[in-house]
């Protein structure tokens, strides 16, 4: 039997990781209709309704009220998702916040199953995401599952997973240099510690300049604004209410910035943790494959 034809095995491979991702999607949110409450929580009454909804309903709102800082972090990809949903439901709507970041907590899965396929079996890989689906429904990492308000967690994922390979596999100004740099930039206006998945993004770059070959123009490009980014993050940090209460001094620029840019390891939970696996079998994967390439041909 002949194998299949280019278009056709990455077709096969896109439909499996999308499988894969549906199983994520679908324990997630099972978990989501068993136990979300439809009643806003915690910092969703400041971050959604007095800074968006009450705005709104006031007719005075602007962009200035999606940019405001929250504590250290910039939520403007959060306040978007959720007031997009406020607009397209009609009602601000607990568990339709939920879906959503159910949809881009699988949508991470998903890209990341695509890019290890070529590794792994089609049965080891809907194993991985059968244990993964009923992992996430686990009523133990319930954490950020029942909280509408926190898409920036879901966001983090994604976005550092998806600048990460791209950083890998970009061979010029193509798609996958886009798709890298729009990640980083949302990944920035997501969450205090976003930029620093450009700052692993960089260093990939970087360490790619040594490799013959290496398309250097795109990848001193992609390094310089991924850097750009991670100032624009310190920035932000140095700007946040928390630290101006503070006084500005050097303890409390550095407090501010490790709390910032080491979320979720000052609350290290076991949610946290398997949030953050993608990511860090994400980057991995990328450098043993750098590395393979680097290895010399065996006498």
């Known amino acids: 039997m002949a194998p299949p034809s ?24 099972a978990l989501t209709f068993y136990a979300g409450s439809p009643v806003p929580f915690h910092d969703q009454w400041i971050a959604e309704a007095e800074q968006l909804i009450v705005p709104d309903a006031q007719h005075v709102l602007s962009w200035r009220h999606f940019v405001i800082l929250h504590s250290d972090h910039p939520l403007v990809a ?21 879906l959503v970041n159910n949809a881009l907590l699988a949508a991470a899965f998903a890209f990341l ?5 070529r590794r792994t079996t089609a049965t080891g890989l809907a194993l991985t995401a059968l244990v993964a689906a009923v ?3 686990s009523p133990l990492f319930y954490g950020n599952a029942l909280w509408g308000f ?28 886009w798709l890298g740099l729009a990640a980083g930039l ?10 620093a998945a450009s700052a692993v993004a960089a260093l990939l770059c970087l360490r790619r300049l040594r490799l013959p070959g290496a398309a250097r123009g795109p990848l001193l490009a992609a390094a310089g604004l991924s850097l750009a980014i991670v100032a624009g993050g310190l920035l932000a940090v140095l700007r946040s209410p928390s630290l101006r209460q503070g006084g500005g001094q050097l303890t409390d620029i550095l407090h ?16 946290a943790l398997l949030l953050w696996s993608p990511a860090l079998l994400a980057t991995a994967l990328l450098f043993r494959r750098r590395r393979r390439r680097e290895r010399p041909p065996r006498p």
Not at 6 to 29: C, D, E, Q
Not at 186 to 195: D, E, L, N, R, Y
């Open 150 to 177: 926190q898409s920036s967690v879901e966001l983090l994922v994604l976005t550092a997973i998806v600048q990460l390979v791209a950083a890998d596999a970009l061979a010029g100004c193509d798609g996958w240099w």
């Open 135 to 137: 992992w996430l429904a």
């Open 186 to 195: 949302i990944g920035a206006v997501t969450f205090g510690s976003g930029p």
């Open 6 to 29: 280019p278009p056709r095995a990455a077709g096969r491979a896109w439909a499996l990781a999308l499988l894969a991702g549906l199983m994520i999607f679908a324990g997630r949110s």
């Open 113 to 117: 199953f695509r890019q290890v396929r």
């Open 256 to 271: 501010t910035a490790a709390h910032a840019f080491s979320w979720p390891a000052t609350q290290p939970t076991w949610f």
């Open 78 to 98: 959060t306040r978007l998702i959720a007031y997009g949903l406020y607009r397209l439901t009609g009602r601000w709507d607990m568990l339709a916040e939920m």
